[in-house]
């Protein structure tokens, strides 16, 4: 049986030593209680002798080394006897002759890399990869892994803990959402400085405007007015926005709006509105590009199979998001029909809760409003929204002969979190979007 | 009103209710010819004779199983358990017959007895006749428990325990029996589920029971002379518990204290802490609830070590100045 070689335990609270040198080199004859090697701990350098006679191999560590008490760093063998095929020594097995330091390359390590068993011990609990650990020496060390670890702690995390961790009592919490104080801004004169009622009450309420003497109507930001401003700064903060615009001629779509109205109005149905067309169109663009039609939600991209349209409707006090369900499935006439019953019980506050649930995309119409062009904020957990212009008469050159004509022009801004959509990707999308405003056959393709 | 003792309140709510009901009857060890062990049943057995002052071997569960029969059967049994650690060996009689009666008839039976136990420390009675166990009976559903701490609320909770359908554990604290208070003569109840608030007060409040209270209200009045104002709020009856009671002092003064003489470990002080902290008192608290409760440890015989046992008045004051100050 192979005799281990242990790194030993001097001191009580010793839990660990570094090799200072081998004395003694892999395949070397050794006798009973020979030196092998010398270790240092925090207090002292210790001889390591041979537990038996025998030839030492699988040399697990070389100087330098930090290694745990009790761990097995060498092995020593009677003549005959070979290595078992451990995971620990899988290497060594065969050869006695190998280097020191490519033998501590253990099983989990990838290849290429070159680490202390400790370091990747500490990688592993720290869950950091060790081949991303740099290092100045020949092996990553465990300092080397604490450094990295350290520096993977960005300055905002920590202060993102720091300050959720503020100790309060309840009714200093209380108080401190009562009357509006942050409780970052009081200091606590309790046990452990943690705050009490009497704290937050101490502290004088910053006034809001510059002279406490100015009026004003203070409309407290309550139900669906909170709502979206939650929504809207969570969208503002989490998604990096990108914003693309295009401008299209929207000749061809008035003429065809013009004959879906002669229909509509012939079999009794009411009006189709610009924003129904627009919502076709942008169902057929979705469908052929399927990254604009997302939503990114927690480690995963989730490319949905329905197409459905949210139009956003402003209300008296506020803004809700209707949404035409399956809007790729459903005619010019269908799609004006739903929006009209959609926008209408809008206003009324009728909407049930699941025709405003589901979205996977948005689109905001500020054209009757006269604006040339906007950019909106994407409306979560969806990953686009287009923001649609006013449409404007004006002078544009319309051939390669520099032919100057009066065309309706209308601009279309996309709004895309960035994180999933790429420029490229948001252009493509607006430039086949284009391409079906301007020429609306090719929905019959 | 006259000024009269707990024990004498408790005795004059036994006699009043035998002369008016003569379905009331006391069983029990020593209660005839001794007049009980702390002199409760003195002189009864002259007046009602020993039909009705029934003396038992001493043999807790026949005290216990003879006082649920008859009252399963209508009669109005009081039942004395010398000493409250003795309950211990009437658990099943009491926790799985009496307080289960009612409900596993479906209503059909009543059970309408009282059992009353002298609890806790003070008289060198050592680990075996010390104990404080209502933390123990609150635990069985079917149980009301009542620990009155004056000779007022002993007589009064005691007619509504006698009148009550199903059985009540009425723990009197050995040290009351000696104490004074005013009484009325005549009957009166007090309901059960109303706790009292025994001192008002806007920067504490002590929720506690039996012995506890009147030590709590004698270091209140000497704090109050430093502008310490501690409120004291005595439930009375810790099944059924009046929580709104304690919810509207909670909210009032921000701080909690519990105070009982029974162990601190999964006693009841943790049960009104959990009451405020899922309560909308939760919100008013600014510091952390306490308890001041018995140790963890058998009552021990040595008196120094009997006192340093149960919470004593200088605890209580070091316990309130520290929480008032705002040491936790």
């Known amino acids: 049986m192979p005799v281990p070689v242990i790194m030993p335990k001097v001191d009580m609270d010793q839990e ?74 899988q290497t060594q097995a065969s050869t006695t002759t190998q280097d020191p330091a490519s033998v501590a390359t253990k099983s989990p390590t990838p290849s290429a890399v070159q680490a202390s068993p400790l370091a990747l011990r500490v990688a592993e609990e720290l869950h950091i990869p060790i081949q991303d650990v740099p290092t100045k020496h020949q092996k990553i060390s465990k300092e080397d892994v604490e450094v990295y670890a350290a520096s993977l702690k960005s300055p905002e995390q920590n202060s993102i803990v720091s300050t959720d961790k503020i100790a309060a009592t309840p009714a200093a919490r209380r108080i401190s959402r009562e ?41 407290p930001l309550v139900g669906m007015r909170a709502k979206i401003a939650n929504k809207m700064q969570a969208s503002f903060q989490d998604a990096p926005h990108i914003a693309e615009t295009i401008e299209v001629d929207v000749s061809r779509l008035e003429s065809l709006k013009a004959r879906l109205n002669d229909v509509a109005a012939s079999n009794g149905k009411g009006k189709v509105s610009l924003t129904a067309i627009i919502v076709k169109l942008v ?37 809700i998001v209707p949404v035409v369900h399956g809007a790729n499935r459903l005619s010019f006439t269908e799609t004006a029909e739903k929006i009209n019953d959609l926008s209408q019980r809008a206003r ?29 904020i994407i409306n979560p957990p969806e990953d686009a929204i287009l923001a649609v212009g006013t449409v404007t008469r004006k002078p544009i050159v319309i051939d390669d002969k520099d032919t100057i004509a009066v065309r309706p022009m209308m601009s279309l801004t996309l709004s895309a979190d960035h994180r999933v959509i790429d420029g490229v990707v948001a252009a493509k999308f607006l430039s086949d979007l284009a391409s079906v405003i301007e020429h609306p056959e090719l929905l019959l393709e | 009103m006259p000024e009269i003792t707990y024990v004498e309140a408790i005795r004059s709510a036994l006699r009043e209710e035998m002369r008016r009901d003569e379905r009331v009857f006391i069983i029990g060890e020593d209660i005839g010819r001794y007049g009980g062990a702390f002199g409760v049943t003195t002189g009864m057995l002259d007046e009602f004779g020993d039909k009705r002052i029934i003396e038992t071997p001493i043999s807790e569960p026949s005290i216990i199983g003879a006082a649920v029969g008859a009252a399963v059967v209508g009669m109005r049994p009081i039942a004395e358990i010398m000493f409250m650690d003795f309950t211990l060996l009437t658990l099943d009689q009491i926790g799985n017959q009496a307080a289960k009666m009612h409900y596993m008839f479906g209503g059909k ?54 009148r009550d359908l199903n059985p009540v554990c009425f723990i009197e604290h050995k040290l009351l029996y000696k104490t004074k208070g005013e009484v009325p003569e005549g009957e ?38 430093e502008g310490i104002n501690v409120e004291i709020i005595d439930p009375r009856t810790l099944v059924p518990l009046d929580s709104e009671t304690i919810i509207n002092s909670v909210i009032k003064t921000g701080k909690l204290l519990v105070i009982h003489e029974a162990c601190e470990t999964a006693g009841w002080a943790g049960e009104i802490m959990a009451v405020i902290s899922s309560s909308r008192a939760f919100d008013y608290l600014d510091a952390p609830m306490r308890r001041l409760t018995g140790k963890n440890v058998p009552i021990p015989y040595n008196r120094v070590l009997e006192r340093a046992a149960v919470p004593q008045e200088e605890d209580i004051e070091r316990e309130i100045r520290a929480i008032v100050k705002g040491a936790y």
Not at chain 1, 290 to 315: C, F, H, K, Q, R
Not at chain 2, 136 to 162: C, E, F, N, Q
């Open chain 2, 188 to 225: 009166y109840t007090i309901p059960f589920g109303v706790a009292d608030i025994k001192r008002d007060g806007t920067d504490l409040t002590i929720v506690s029971n039996g012995i506890m209270v009147r030590k709590a209200l004698a270091v209140a009045e000497r704090l109050a002379q």
């Open chain 1, 348 to 376: 009324q506050g009728r909407l049930e809760l699941t025709e405003v649930q589901r979205g996977t995309f948005t689109i905001s119409n500020l054209g009757m409003y006269g604006i040339n062009q906007f950019r909106a």
């Open chain 2, 109 to 162: 039976a009543t059970v309408p007895m009282v059992i009353r136990m002298p609890g806790g420390s003070g008289t060198g009675a050592a680990a075996q006749h010390s104990q404080s166990l209502e933390t123990l009976l609150m635990h069985l559903p079917g149980l009301k428990v009542v620990t009155p701490s004056t000779p007022y609320d002993a007589k009064g909770l005691l007619l509504t325990a006698i």
């Open chain 1, 16 to 89: 660990k030593a570094t090799i200072i040198s081998w004395e003694k080199n892999e395949g070397d004859e050794v006798q009973y209680d020979e030196t092998i090697l010398t270790v240092e701990t925090e207090k002292v350098a210790i001889d390591v002798t041979a537990p038996a006679a025998g030839t030492l191999v699988g040399i697990l560590y070389k100087a330098g080394d930090v290694v745990p008490v009790a761990t097995e760093i060498a092995y020593i063998l009677k003549p005959g006897e070979t290595l078992p095929n451990t995971p620990t020594v």
């Open chain 1, 179 to 219: 009357i509006g104080i942050p409780l970052s801004s009081v200091s606590g004169t309790g046990p452990s400085d943690r705050i009490q009622a009497g704290d937050v009450l101490r502290v004088e309420k910053p006034s809001p405007a510059p002279s406490i003497d100015r009026q004003a109507e203070i409309v």
């Open chain 1, 283 to 319: 169902a057929w663009a979705l469908e052929r590009h399927p990254y604009i039609n997302t939503s990114l939600i927690d480690e995963n991209i989730y490319l949905w199979n329905e197409v459905n349209i949210g139009v956003a409707t402003a209300l008296e006090n506020g803004l």
